[in-house]
């Protein structure tokens, strides 16, 4: 007797798995979460009951050039630690299908083919949607680049208000709507952002299709372009200065710098794109299981980020 749908996919999800994991595959659909990949922006770890974020936020306040060899020096107890700390959010996708369609694939052929068909469209609507979330502003607690890196530059972020706590401000500017001002504008951001350490330099860039194109036409006449080992993505992605320049269909005018030493997607260890048990389902002659993760988005250092929009 063949086995059924549901047996076939408790075998074959590890193996599709790893197939979307392999470089030509993994973020299929998207040179955004490709090049963050790439650049280590995905952080994978044990979660515990919030992510937390240490903050090295501000020189010692007690250093200082003394006047003579005698000047008093100040005791106060050092404070220069903090953290941000953030809520980890939950991202389900489930997977259902009837008797009858185990009844119209007999053979193991057949199903193989047809869980193949619904375990790649649940992992790759899984990513979909991550992707999308990355540029609103929440999403059912999953923080997207609008609430972490607002055109505001300041609100509040792993429990940080930037309005009083002023080294917790991402620099932000608007560029005009015909582009002539666009490079101008992206290098005093960057310039912000870097803070005059090369280490620390965005990289990489991020927004919607209309801001990207906008960006390539200002270049035409020196066009800087990457080639597919930056990005990592199979395709020639156009460059701001050091950093590839990739555009997603989820974005919008807001363009995005980014430094994966800053801007992080943290997703568990034990459950990124976990597959469950496969369960019948009440009232129905139908089957499912629910490919599931635990993660977030956060920031350690929002200034050195930014977001440039079009005024």
């Known amino acids: 007797m063949a086995l059924t749908i549901g047996q076939i996919a408790a075998v074959s999800y590890p193996e599709v798995v790893a197939e979307n994991k392999k470089a030509a595959n993994q973020w299929a659909e998207s040179a955004f979460m490709r090049a963050l ?98 540029f609103t502003t929440s999403t059912n607690g999953f923080l997207g680049m609008a609430t972490i890196i607002p055109t505001s530059g300041q609100g509040t972020v792993g429990g940080i208000d930037a309005s009083t706590e002023t080294f917790w401000r991402n620099p ?15 290098t005093d951001l960057w310039n912000s952002a870097t803070k005059g350490t090369g280490g620390m330099a965005p990289k990489l860039l991020v927004s919607g299709d209309a801001a990207n194109s906008l960006f390539e036409s200002t270049q035409v006449s020196l066009k800087r372009f990457m080639g597919v ?19 997603s269909q989820y974005g919008t005018d807001e363009i995005y710098g980014l430094n994966p030493k800053s801007f992080r997607l943290v997703v568990s260890k034990q459950y990124f794109r976990d597959k469950g048990e496969t369960r019948e389902t009440e009232d129905s002659n139908g089957f499912a299981f ?22």
């Open 37 to 134: 990949e790439k650049l280590g922006g995905i952080d994978r770890r044990n979660l515990g009951e919030v992510i937390e974020a240490p903050l090295d936020y501000r020189r010692n306040p007690g250093a200082a050039f003394l006047a003579t060899d005698l000047t008093p020096v100040s005791l106060a107890k050092t404070e220069v630690i903090t953290a941000a700390s953030y809520d980890i959010a939950q991202l389900s996708v489930p997977v259902v299908w009837s008797k009858m369609d185990d009844a119209k694939n007999p053979s193991e052929n057949q199903k193989i083919a047809f869980v193949k068909a619904l375990l790649d469209n649940g992992i790759q609507s899984h990513d979909d949607l991550v992707e999308e979330a990355l």
């Open 172 to 186: 932000a500017d608007t560029y005009l709507a015909d582009g002539s001002d666009i490079e101008a504008v992206l």
């Open 290 to 311: 629910k490919i599931y993760s635990a993660l977030q988005t956060i920031t350690n250092n929002k200034s050195r980020l930014f977001v440039a929009s079009e005024a």
């Open 229 to 247: 080992s930056k990005a990592d993505g199979g395709f020639e992605s156009v460059a701001f200065k050091t950093a590839p320049y990739v555009f």
